[in-house]
């Protein structure tokens, strides 16, 4: 399994959801890669596969959202991890309901906390590109256990 995804040793990494949004389409994606890259000012990074419709839309929209996952939200998170919003909407077929932040990006409504990010930069690093974002809007709607990927089809919520 390492030699094959040595990425893995870093498992289990915490899943969010990444909202996007360019022109009239809006999108939503799993994500395991997403992490914080500085304190002051508070900048977040994703790196997104260049085959996602994601990609598209954040480097076009030049905004992503971040929205943690927990329980409540663990079956529709990871099968907006299985399937691409390029031919469908994914908010309306996984019922992931939306609310709209300060810059207008979709936001998961269910979500216990969303981030919404201003593209600073966008770094091609090999198969994917790091999006890094400044954090312009904060909600925090509950505390929860985050959900990570463990690898595969394993989960765990700490
Ligand atoms: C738990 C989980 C974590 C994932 N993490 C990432 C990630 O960090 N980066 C990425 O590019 N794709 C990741 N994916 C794959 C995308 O979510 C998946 O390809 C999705 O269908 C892309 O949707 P889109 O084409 O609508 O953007 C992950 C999938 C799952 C199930």
New binding site residues.
Partial sequence: MAAEKPYRFLYP?R?VL?T?KYGDRE????????FPVSMEPPLFA????R?????E?ISKGRAFAINLVDAKIREK??A???????DRD?FAELSIAREYGKLGMPLVKDSPASIECKLVKEIELGD?VLFVGGAVNIIERRKAKGLY?AGGDD?VEI
């Avoid at 907006?80 to 390029?86: E, M």
């Fill in positions: 990494m899943v990444i996007s999108n939503v994606m799993a994500a395991a890669w997403c994703v790196s997104v596969s085959k996602r419709f994601s990609h839309l998170a990871v907006a991890g299985r399937s691409s919003g390029k994914k994917h990927h989960f």
